[in-house]
């Protein structure tokens, strides 16, 4: 554990420690407790290898699923598996593949490479990484738990409404998922705002943004597509879920509901995730290559305009899974060019890959290989894509197996084949030893071989009727010989995949050791010991070029020397710089905190809350969850200091005020960008009112009741009166007088909005009687959840005023709850505004198409 901030101001010694020493030092500042207390671990290298562990345990997981997929469908009638096991077994194959494999294997490698490609020590937030972790581990097990004990959902990994509703999946199955994808997602979300923080405020000093590695580019962007594309996702998940708890009918259309609004919810998180999947094995492309073509990626900036540009039209275009439910034409031709669209500066970045080749000389390795299959079989898919996006052509193809074919061709063409790359250029990064290579090459033939034995024929078979999601199919179809390849194909590839990790093992045990970076590349994780050290670098790097033009040797040695900023140890403190977001330029010192086990307490509490949630134990469930809320505030005891420090020496004649006394820490920037996923998943519920109200059979109601003017009112006024006792409290602090009354004021009218929401809920006319009131009941209750979090934060300020930890300088605490208290009143206001708007819009039949 770090010594807390206020117990010395002990400054650096006068000359640089020699190199043995400061490694010696820092690895006992930084290092991970043995045995048991390896379960304390925050260290981003330490997680970053358990994320892709757990992910590489969970791809065997569902590879394995594959294979009993088809066995099942190798011949026509088998009866290998009953219709009801093949639907567990086609649901949780795509749901481990999707869920918790993909998006975790590339949160490791990007909690793993991002500090040591950026020039800091850690991630922004380690305790963040640990907790993510243990929820990943923690919901992929009830998954994978459901499945073995037989109660795994089967209604395919999209779970459709209504075959995922109550009357037609009675039981705990589809509750599993819905509750147990939305668990892992917590994972998925604070890795988002890791990343954009990490990246936008822990680079080296001097890395601009126009000097950035490429890869911290592409997870930079991936992570915000993932801030707001997962949101929909758990909106849709916690609707459905309390249509099945508590019959609240949202997708029901005899009460007003839809099912399309679950299509709409899901795929405005799933099309995005496709990109999401693929941009980071892209990034891992574009930092491999042009190592061994021995020439600079061509075209830097336009590669990165490509990017953003992928990302920003993947958001529309949703609806090209939705072609055959009946969308107007006008709709269909909007999508359906969108969908051709983001193939351009898709191919912008497959150009540039080629332009670099061809401008290098190349160097053959087994990196370069599995990219050369990348390239033949995401071509392949991107064409097939290009097919899909067609109208007439989507209307003859859709839910055949030409889809699976595209969707494996693009999924495992664009992310496995390259992360097998990356896997083999890193690998002497993670382990420090180097291969022989006598197993690589087979494998991936191997791979490569049965992969298209596999899925190219299943494009035949699509084009030849056969559809999806079906067990058994009758032999005079004529698709035997083609299924029985393609099985034969699956277990062809399940053998390269065996001899890849066979090769890794060796690799691990067996490889010769080697000084610093065998690929002589020209980024900044090579400038280190490796394996790594837990500190990463012994002091931190000036950047003043372009970080993939660098000399890692000579840069090593110089940084190990402790002659770049922080070259020294300080009051145990786990030390870093964070920076001005555009330029680079230093701007604060972050003190991270050591390992605890307060993450894995606060993981266990949460899936204690998710399993109360799942067997419907609803009052047991406050239990965990006020556990969970004590958990949290205990993670600020690390970061409290009782006496203002001023500016610190980092090295290199600078000074820097530590990070609780800066104006804009990574903690502001962070409670930033949650509140932008939280806001996307408000709009994303405003929405799904909005569709309905348009939409939906059934509408207007029956009964429709205006909410009482008196309670609406009073709910704004004390709403904005909160927000405005939140913000008077840091003006006051900041002045040097004391912010108490404010506080207290401020948590008095949070009080007094959740009471008057509550008061609003209570007197809608049977939430389960129509959707009107479901989502009017929906609205109010997240308006006050919000009000009841926001008492939380106004409480925690008073107990930190009233310890000595706020002052003039260290204001951090009441300037993060403030933005939280300013969200808090603008979407109570919102959503005070639609509740009273959608029954008065409800009786007006004309304004409805």
């Known amino acids: 554990m770090t010594t807390a901030p206020h117990e010395s101001r002990e400054a650096p010694p006068a000359a640089p420690p020699s190199a043995l020493r400061l490694h010696r030092e820092l690895s006992a500042i930084w290092g991970t407790p043995p045995g048991w207390g390896r379960l304390s671990a925050v260290n981003h290298t330490i997680l970053g290898k358990r994320f892709i562990i757990a992910a590489f345990v969970f791809f065997v997981i569902g590879g394995l699923l594959a294979m009993l997929i088809r066995v099942q469908l190798a011949t026509s009638g088998s009866a290998f598996v009953g219709p009801e096991i093949y639907g567990q077994i086609f649901t949780m194959h795509g749901t481990v593949m999707m869920f918790l494999f993909a998006i975790p294997m590339f ?17 922004a937030f380690p305790r963040l990484t640990a907790y993510g972790f243990w929820c990943y581990v923690l919901g992929g097990s009830i998954l994978v738990g459901a499945m073995l004990a037989g109660v795994a959902p089967a209604s395919g990994w999209f779970m459709y409404t209504p075959l995922s509703s109550s009357a037609y999946t009675p039981g705990i199955s589809a509750d599993v998922w819905l509750l147990g994808i939305t668990f892992v997602e917590i994972s998925a979300l604070a890795a988002a705002v890791e990343i954009i923080v990490t990246v936008l405020k822990l680079r080296a000093p001097g890395m601009s943004l126009d000097r950035m590695p490429i890869m911290a580019w592409y997870l930079l962007i991936v992570a915000f597509m993932m801030l707001f594309g997962f949101p929909p996702l758990i909106l849709g998940s916690i609707l459905l879920e309390l249509e099945r708890a508590a019959d609240l009918p949202f997708f029901d259309p005899t009460r007003g509901g839809d099912p399309l609004l679950w299509q709409h919810l899901f795929w405005l998180f799933a099309h995005p995730e ?31 305009v490509a990017v953003i540009a992928v990302a920003f039209l993947s958001f529309g275009l949703w609806v090209h899974h939705m072609f055959t439910v009946g969308i107007p034409h006008l709709a269909l031709a909007f999508f359906s060019a969108a969908s051709g669209l983001v193939a351009i500066p898709t191919a912008v970045q497959i150009f540039a890959w080629i332009a670099t080749l061809a401008q290098g000389r190349l160097r053959w390795d087994v990196p370069m290989l599995y990219l050369a299959g990348f390239f033949v079989i995401f071509v392949i898919g991107g064409l097939t894509g290009v097919m899909v996006a067609m109208v007439p ?39 420090g030893r180097l291969a022989d290579h006598r197993l690589s090459v087979p494998a991936f033939w191997l791979i490569f071989s049965g992969f298209n034995l596999t899925f190219f024929l299943m494009h035949l078979t699509g084009l030849l009727g056969m559809p999806r999601r079906v067990a058994t199919y009758a032999a005079e179809a004529g698709w035997d010989w083609l299924n ?54 012994a002091s931190l790097p000036d950047i003043t070029d372009r970080a993939d033009r660098l000399e890692p040797g000579g840069l090593g040695n110089r940084l190990a020397r402790g002659e770049g900023y922080l070259g020294f140890a300080r009051n145990r403190w786990l030390e870093t710089l964070g920076v001005d977001m555009v330029s680079g330029r230093p701007e604060q010192l972050i003190v991270l905190p050591g390992p605890t086990r307060l993450p ?56 820097l005020p530590p990070h609780w006394e800066a104006e804009r820490p990574p903690s502001w920037w962070a409670m930033i960008f949650t509140l932008a996923g939280d806001g996307t998943l408000f709009l994303s519920l405003v929405f799904g009112a909005l569709f309905l109200w348009l939409v939906a059979p059934g509408w207007p109601p029956g009964e429709v009741v205006l909410p009482a003017p008196v309670p609406v009112a009073g709910c704004v006024a004390v709403s904005v009166l909160a927000a405005i006792a939140g913000r008077k409290a840091v003006t006051v602090l900041r002045a040097g007088g004391s ?77 993060i709850a403030a933005l939280w208290h300013d969200y808090t009143a603008v979407s109570t206001i919102v959503a005070l505004a639609l509740v009273v708007a959608l029954p008065l819009l409800a009786v007006v039949p004309e304004t409805r198409p």
């Open 107 to 123: 949160e490791g490698f990007a909690i793993y490479l991002l500090p040591k490609l950026l020039g800091a020590r850690d991630m």
């Open 274 to 304: 496709v990109y999401i999947i693929f941009l980071p094995a892209a990034g891992a492309i574009s930092t491999i290559l042009p190592t061994f073509a021995r020439h600079e990626l061509v075209g830097y900036r336009i590669i990165v």
């Open 393 to 431: 052509f989507n209307h003859q193809a859709h839910d055949t197996h030409f889809i699976v074919a595209h969707l494996h061709y693009v999924l495992i063409g664009g992310f496995v084949f390259p992360m097998m790359a990356a896997t083999y250029y890193w690998l002497p990064h993670f382990t």
């Open 484 to 537: 029985l390849l393609s099985s034969v194909g699956g277990f062809v590839m399940t053998t390269g995949f065996a001899l890849f990790a066979a090769d890794v093992l060796v690799q691990i045990r067996f490889g010769k050791g080697f000084r610093r970076n065998p690929h002589q590349a020209r980024t900044l994780e090579w400038a280190m010991p490796t394996p790594p050290t837990p500190y990463a670098f």
């Open 600 to 655: 894995l307490w606060s993981g266990l509490a949460t899936c204690a809350f998710v399993l109360c949630l799942l067997f419907k134990l609803y009052l047991l469930s406050l239990l965990p969850l006020i556990a969970v809320v004590w958990l949290f505030l205990g993670w600020t005891a690390a970061t409290a200091a009782k006496a203002d420090l001023g500016p610190l020496p980092v090295g290199r004649g600078r000074e």
């Open 739 to 815: 912010p108490a009354l404010w506080l207290g004021l401020g948590a008095l009218m949070h009080a007094a909005t959740v009471a008057l929401l509550a008061a609003l809920a209570a007197a809608v006319p049977g939430p389960t009687t129509h959707s009107l009131h479901a989502v009017t009941f929906t609205l109010l209750f997240h308006a006050g959840l919000h009000a009841g979090i926001g008492l939380v934060y106004a409480g925690y300020c008073l107990w930190r005023q009233g310890g000595g930890y706020l002052s003039r300088r260290r204001s951090l605490d009441l300037r």
